[in-house]
């Protein structure tokens, strides 16, 4: 059984730039959860995708996307990006229906 | 607006005592509520949970207990080792949807 496993581990981009990360969710899990964790903070629910769709979304602005693929991985996308955005993205995957998410190691992500 | 809350950014435990870790919260429609651990440079960690069911729920050496009048949750450390030493985070959720996580507390174990 393979665990949520993420891409890149560090990234860094310009202000302004536009950034995807990636997730592959724990096998047999279809539900993926993005979150952004901020210096000293705890992780904010972005947005969760079920069997493709979005299902569900945080106070985040539409410049930050997502999509889920046939196989459950998933990505996180973010346009125009702004310093403020500089944050540990961590993606989660549960079972449908089940309430314990299993983490990837995260990707941080810098803005200068 | 924080819906969960920790309000003890750090604890420091002697090995072998009990390390007890505190976590508030606002909303009365959460329903299941977790513990996850965290070291540098790793993802948060499953640790234990518990459903507005119950009150206590037990494995091995960590036991959270629920209080729903005060709400407020616990998760109690027995006996306490020094690779326990890392970042837990309180969570909650309503359902099976997302979760909301408090800010963290780090949890120092001297050998």
């Known amino acids: 059984e393979t665990g949520v496993t993420q891409s890149p581990t560090h990234l860094i981009k310009t202000r302004g730039q536009q950034v995807t990360l990636r997730c592959s969710s724990q096998?047999?899990?279809?539900?993926v959860s993005w979150y952004q964790q901020a210096l000293g903070q705890g992780p904010q629910f972005i947005f969760q995708?079920?069997?493709?769709?979005?299902?569900g979304r945080g106070n985040f602005p539409p410049r930050f996307s997502g999509l889920q693929f046939p196989n459950y991985s998933s990505e996180l996308n973010v346009n125009a990006l702004e310093l403020d955005d500089s944050a540990l993205y961590l993606c989660a995957s549960t079972q449908g229906g089940g309430t314990e998410a299993f983490f990837g190691q995260g990707t941080r992500l810098t803005v200068v | 607006d924080q819906q969960v809350k920790q309000n003890s950014p750090s604890l420091s435990v002697q090995e072998g005592r009990i390390s007890i870790l505190n976590c508030d919260y606002t909303n009365s429609m959460f329903d299941y509520f977790l513990w996850y651990k965290k070291y540098p440079a790793e993802g948060p960690t499953f640790l234990i949970s518990i459903s507005s069911i119950k009150d206590k729920n037990e494995d091995g050496r960590f036991t959270v207990f629920l209080n729903k009048s005060a709400k407020h949750l616990s998760l109690h450390i027995v006996p306490s080792q020094p690779g326990d030493s890392a970042v837990y985070f309180c969570?909650?959720?309503?359902?099976?949807?997302?979760?909301?996580f408090g800010t963290g507390t780090r949890l120092t174990v001297i050998p």
């Open positions: 969570a909650a959720s309503v359902g099976a949807n997302n979760l909301f």
């Open positions: 096998s047999g899990h279809n539900t």
């Open positions: 995708y079920y069997r493709e769709e979005e299902n």
